[in-house]
């Protein structure tokens, strides 16, 4: 789940990678991810009623991401 501020809105705004069309919104970052949870939670029942798959979770952060060698791999500065 990735949480931010979003000037335009003027509201924290969250959202699932993983569900394409899964975000909500919140006046503090803790609305938002109650808010997310609810909508993730509508989106699977949506998704079982018309007998879609649910997605497989994809997306990971860089940080938690391992090398060949057993390390994390982090961004490189150039990148950031």
């Known amino acids: 789940i990735n949480i931010f501020y979003s000037q335009e809105d003027e ?9 394409e069309m899964c975000s ?19 989106c699977i029942a949506v998704m079982h009623e018309k007998g879609l798959p649910i997605p497989k979770p994809r997306y990971r952060p860089a940080i938690y991401q391992l090398s060949a060698y057993g390390r994390p791999v982090l961004p490189h500065p150039t990148d950031l």
């Open 24 to 42: 909500a919104h919140g006046v503090t970052p803790q609305e938002a991810l109650e808010q997310v949870l609810i909508a993730k939670d509508a």
């Open 11 to 19: 509201c924290y705004i969250a959202d699932i990678s993983d569900f």
